[in-house]
Structure formats: C-alpha cells, structure tokens
C-alpha cells in the first residue's frame, strides 16, 4: 500500500505543522488517498489542539479569588517553618556545645591530674587504664586507725578506687617526689587537726626574741649655779 | 547563687507587632500573586479534571497550600512554577480519588440515577470527541501531559513553560511532540481518519 509506506511520515508532519519534505509533498501531488489522509491527519490533531485549549482556557469563575480570600482569612498567618526549623536547629546547637564543652572539661581534667594538685570529695579520679600515672593519692587516716604513720599511696589501679570509695576523707592528688613531705603532714594534720607549721604555734619564741627592751633614761640632777661655782 | 529573673513583657510586645507586621507582609505579597497566578492553578486544575467545581476546589487549595507553605519559598520569582506544580498534583490526586469513587457508583448506582444523555447531535459528538480527548490526557504520562497543559494555555511561550516546568526548551518541544502524537494515536480510533488502513 502506498499509504503504508509513507504513513509515519504523513503523520510526522502532520504532528509537526511544518511542510512535508520534496519527497513527500511530490507523492502527496500524485496520491490521492494519501492527501486524503494527510488531511484527516491534519484534522485530528487540530481538534486535539483546539479540545485542549477549550478545555484548559475555560472561563475562571468569578468566585475563585474570593472565596479564596476569605479562605484565607480563616487559614490565618502562614506557617512559620523558619521559627520551628529555627527552635530545632537552637536545641540541637545547644546539645551539641554542651556535649563537647562537657568533653573539653573531661580532657582538660584527665590531662592534669598528672601534674597537678586537687581536691577531691570520694570522687576516684577518672583516667584512662593506658596512661602512665606519676602522682599518688593520699588520703589522711581517720582517728580510729590502727596505725598512726599509717597512709594510703596507691599507684593507679582497680584497688585504688576501691580503697578510695570506702574512705570518705578528703583526700588530695599530688606529685609523686612531694609524697613523702605531704604525707607526713597529712598524718600530723589527721592527728592534731591543725596545721604544724602555723604562725600560732611559734609565737611565743619567735616573738620573744623580737621584743625590744623599753628605752633607759637615766634620772637627771638639778643643781645650783651659785653652788658649782 | 544569683536568682535570674527573665523579664520579657516589653520584648513580647515588641516581638508581636513585627511577627503581625512581617504577617501582614507576606499576606500582601502574597495577593499581588493571588490575582495574577490564582486563575493560572485553576486552568492547570481544569486541564486535569473534567468539571469546574472540582477545579475550581482543586485551585482553591492550591493556592491555600502556596499561601501556607509561601515563607518557604525562597525565590519568590518562581512563585508561578510553583503554584503549577501543586495545582498539577492536586488536580492528579483527586482526579485518581474521583476514579475510585466513580467506580463505587458504577457498582451501586440504577441507570435511571445517571444524568440524561445530551440531546443535539453536535454536542453530543463534541462532548463525546472531548471526553474521548479527557480520557486520552489521562493515560498520559504526568510530564508530557504537564507541559502539553502548559503549551495550550493561551500566553505561554515555550520559554515560559521550560522556565516553569525547570527543563531546556528542546525538552518541552520534543514532549509537546511526543504528547501530541499520543493523544493522536489514541483518538484516531475514535475519529474518522486512518484507522481503517
């Protein structure tokens, strides 16, 4: 058929709008059945373009707008996603700084125990198992101790916490060549409850030998002028 | 410890009246596009749907969503692609909810229930063509039927719909083409042309 064979042409030119091709457009000339249905073609897909546009140009009803209006005014402010988005992103921002803050601290606290002194309250120091530890904990003995000179200097290990948790006594972290002279005074402070260096203490033999002997005036002797002479 | 107090009774005050006047704002912004754009959604709704009302209900909440969700959108210039592209789902959401309940009425509805059929011949073969034609853009696919939509509204350039839709304008050309032989093809069965051949 010779339709057949010129059939996706016809129908690509007829989708297109645009003129045949020479080849086309001389057979077009010669075929009739051919014209007739290029033509057919032609004609659907204007009544495609013309049902489109009837059915996509219709006439807007006069009440859309208003009655969207009014919608509108019931529907209220639009929602505000940038407040809610913006109380998410602060809580989540506020987590995220306390945790790393939190953290800081930790690593500030872990990286000088080694070389500094503090106090605790029955709070075992925290440290990592794999760093060296060159300071001691010491903890002053309690009055119902057995041993007076007795002290407690554990290196750090499981048993120090242990020891340290069932001790409620203050107890200071310290370097490791002070441990010796800190011990002692700890003990002496367990036993007397004061300090044994205290200005109060010496007082009395220091002071003394600082006193200063009030001044000497000999008493003074009147005479006569006419006497001497 | 020092007690903190927050004391906010003038910073509230102040904080309402920019929230109503950013409020007012938007709202303001948003009917200087109502007009020009409100009847684009309900063509887009009508290129989609068969009847006005559900149209005209379709572009309602379109531009009710687009007013809900306007601060999120960041460049307002896109504001028209926008309303199109949720006009153009709505339309499809309750075109596919209208199938499902045309199906229930199908089952349990009497022929006498179902509206007379039109009485002049011509508009019963222009209804007939045109629902042929309502039925062919439905099995469409969504992008070609989209911008075949857009290129039949009257002051669209090919430029506009590819501004639009966010594609090249060779894209929306060979789509239209595409578009149009499909339908062609599905309503050459139903017209007096070459199906005999």
Redesign the interface.
């Known amino acids: 058929m010779p339709f057949e064979h010129h059939k996706d042409a016809l129908i690509e030119a007829a989708a297109t709008g645009v003129e045949p091709e020479s080849e086309l457009r001389a057979h077009l000339e010669s075929c009739d059945s051919c014209r007739a249905a290029f033509a057919e073609e032609q004609a659907l897909f204007a009544s495609i373009d013309a049902g489109l546009h009837v059915k996509v140009n219709a006439d807007v009803p006069v009440s859309l707008l208003p009655r969207v209006r009014a919608r509108l005014d019931e529907a209220g402010a639009p929602r505000n996603s940038w407040i809610t988005s913006g109380f998410v992103l602060a809580a989540a921002a506020v987590v995220v700084v306390a945790f790393f803050a939190a953290r800081s601290v930790r690593r500030t606290n872990v990286g000088n125990e080694p070389g500094e002194t503090s106090v605790k309250t029955g709070i075992p120091p925290v440290t990592p198992p794999s760093q060296k530890q060159t300071a001691v904990v010491i903890s002053p003995v309690g009055k119902n101790s057995n041993s007076p000179r007795q002290f407690n200097s554990v290196k750090n290990s499981a048993a120090t916490e242990a020891s340290v948790r069932r001790n409620n006594e203050p107890e200071v972290l310290v370097p490791r060549d002070q441990e010796v002279l800190l011990a002692a005074y700890a003990e002496q402070w367990s036993r007397h409850k004061r300090a044994p260096l205290l200005a109060q203490d010496s007082d009395a033999t220091i002071l003394a030998q600082l006193r200063i002997a009030p001044i000497q005036i000999d008493e003074l002797g009147v005479k006569l002028l006419a006497e001497e002479k | 410890m020092q007690e903190m107090v927050l004391i906010q009774a003038g910073g509230m005050a102040r904080g309402e009246s920019v ?1 109503e006047a950013v ?1 007012a704002d ?2 303001r912004e ?2 200087a596009r ?2 020009e754009c ?2 684009l959604a ?3 709704a ?2 989609v749907l068969r009847n ?1 009302a559900d ?2 209900d379709v ?2 909440e379109a ?2 969503r687009a ?6 959108l960041r460049d307002r210039n896109r504001f028209r692609s926008w309303l199109v592209r949720i006009a153009f789902r709505l339309a499809l959401d309750r075109l596919r909810s209208r199938k499902r309940s045309e199906v229930r009425d199908t089952l349990w509805s009497q022929p006498e229930h179902r509206p007379p059929a039109a009485t002049a011949e011509d508009l019963a073969a222009s209804n007939e ?2 629902t042929h ?2 039925r062919a ?1 439905e099995e469409l696919p969504e992008k070609l039927r989209l911008v ?2 857009l290129a ?3 002051g669209h350039t090919i430029e506009e719909i590819a501004g639009m839709v966010g594609i090249s304008t060779g894209t929306v050309k060979s789509r239209i ?1 595409y578009a ?2 499909q ?2 093809e599905k ?2 069965c139903h ?4 199906k005999t ?1």
């Open positions: 929230g409020e938007v709202r948003f009917e109502l007009a409100g009847p309900y063509r887009v009508r290129g006005t149209a005209e572009a309602q531009l009710l007013y809900r969700y306007f601060d999120r063509f045109q034609l309502d853009l075949l939509l039949a509204l009257e083409f149009r032989k339908l062609a309503l050459r017209s007096n042309t070459i051949r």
